[in-house]
């Protein structure tokens, strides 16, 4: 009974502590709560949506089909949420946000490419907040009370201003490291500030939420300037090509779009984008001043669009066109599995090249979705370039610099299921840390931390 007494920070693992996805966590320290991340589980998601620009869904269909995290295990915080902080623009992050935020009276803070994400996302579905969204700068402090501070730290991962968000209380800080690696030399945006984290170590650092995705990945994540060789190998080789080019990768890695734009200016093929996440990510990238693409590319939003599209290149002759387009893990509602079954008034030939810059995200019916794509590739004679990527996520190597470098006192490893999360466990042990300081939870569970 003392311990709970004594203890004044408390975590709820709301979501994504027992898989990849719905990514939920909340802090109360005292009287006031923030919640970091409220994401959807894209699969569910995927299989609930179809990716239907008429179908229209509520919080309540998508926590039935457990799409969106389970408020229930912090129903009794509810009153005392002053902030929604976002990590960055990924849906399994941030997605939640506009069909859960209403429940309470509080805030979203977020960079500002993820909230112009978060905004775009509102206006696609048509839902409207009470919630005010304030944008905080990367590398900034916002001040809710005398209480409780929060800060935006500088990473890098796989989308623009992802940020570490540092939860300052007067009992002690809690960083949240959800998701990140350590790339010294990103395409775009700022470099990780190591100095910064580095500070907070030194300061002290009572706990630390942190990704485990590849936590058993031995190595050190390579830099995005590698997956842009990468590409450029490819495209190169295929400069004289008379047939199709067709790349399909992340909607919201603008870095890898700002790459394939570059080099398919450079082969003089007219650039198009296909899909409406794309549309998304490329205004909100456009509307923050990261990056310039739509004057130097045609982007196609809805299905009818694109298979107007599609008409048009066929007409006119593939080999005029690079297009970019959905469906890197094998959606059957994407635009690359409707254009290889026939369904887009396009069609495949020998020869023709698919440069899948991503890599198939392991789960049972993506791993199913990318074998049946690529067999009705194959039947029609097209080439396939895969995994010609590198992950935003970090490996072993990486979480081991950022262990050291902020030397928290508890460890809560994040960001997937205990296959993940033991792997993290097993590399604090390996640092010198007791199990008591290890905290292995699932969805719903809340701990105390003195």
């Known amino acids: 009974m003392a311990n709970w007494l004594n203890a004044m920070i408390e975590l709820t693992a ?7 996805g719905r990514n939920m966590t909340a802090i109360k320290a005292g ?19 179809n990716d239907d620009d008429n179908v229209k869904l509520s919080a309540e269909d998508l926590l039935k089909a457990e799409a969106l995290p389970n408020i229930d295990s912090i129903k009794d915080w509810a009153p005392m949420v002053k902030l929604i902080i976002p990590s960055h623009a990924h849906l399994d992050h941030v997605g939640g946000i506009p069909y859960l935020c209403g429940r309470y009276n509080a805030e979203v803070l977020a960079s500002p490419f993820t909230a112009e994400v978060l905004k775009k996302i509102m206006d696609d579905e048509k839902i409207r907040v009470k919630n005010k969204i304030r944008v905080l700068n990367v590398n900034s402090v916002y001040k809710q009370s005398d209480e409780l501070k929060v800060e935006m730290i500088s990473i890098t991962h796989s989308t623009p201003q992802s940020v570490i968000v540092a939860v300052h209380t ?6 949240y490291a959800n998701d990140f690696k350590f790339d010294l ?6 470099k990780p500030d ?19 995705t590849y936590a058993g990945l031995y190595q050190k994540m390579p830099s995005e300037s ?18 199709a080019i067709v790349i399909t990768t992340f909607a919201s890695h603008i870095a890898r779009i700002k790459s394939i734009m570059e080099f398919g200016k450079k082969m003089n ?9 794309f549309a998304k990510y490329i205004n909100a990238a456009e509307k923050t001043g990261i990056a310039e693409f739509s004057r130097q590319a045609e982007i196609v939003k809805y299905s009818r669009q694109i298979k107007k599209k599609l008409k048009k290149v066929m007409k006119e002759g593939k080999d005029k066109y690079l297009l970019v387009v959905t469906g890197h893990q094998g959606e059957p509602s994407s635009t690359l599995f409707k254009m290889a079954n026939n369904d887009m008034d396009f069609h495949f030939e020998p020869g023709d090249n698919i440069i899948f810059s991503c890599r198939v995200i392991p789960t049972a019916t993506n791993i199913a979705n990318r074998e049946y794509l690529e067999k009705a590739l194959n039947k029609q004679g097209a080439r396939m370039f895969k995994d010609i990527h590198v992950s935003g ?9 950022m262990i050291q470098l902020v030397r928290p006192k508890h460890l809560i490893p994040a960001h997937g299921p205990f296959e993940m999360t033991s792997k993290m466990a097993e590399l604090a042990y390996e640092l010198g840390y007791k199990r008591e300081n290890v905290h292995l939870l699932k969805n719903g569970q809340r701990i105390m931390l003195e």
């Open 194 to 212: 190591l100095e910064k984290l580095r500070q907070l170590g030194d300061k002290g650092v009572l706990a630390m939420v942190i990704e485990s």
């Open 185 to 190: 030399y990103p395409v775009i945006g700022k």
């Open 226 to 243: 590698v997956a842009r060789q990468m590409l450029k190998d490819v495209l190169t080789g295929l400069q004289s090509s008379r047939k």
């Open 170 to 175: 007067k009992h002690g800080i809690i960083l």
């Open 14 to 20: 709301v979501g994504g502590y027992s898989e990849v």
């Open 393 to 401: 996520h970090s490996a072993r190597e990486d979480h081991r610099e």
């Open 269 to 277: 093929r007219k650039i198009v984008f296909l899909g409406r996440s």
């Open 31 to 49: 009287n006031e709560a923030v919640i970091l991340d409220i994401g959807l589980h894209m699969e569910n998601y995927v299989n609930l949506n």
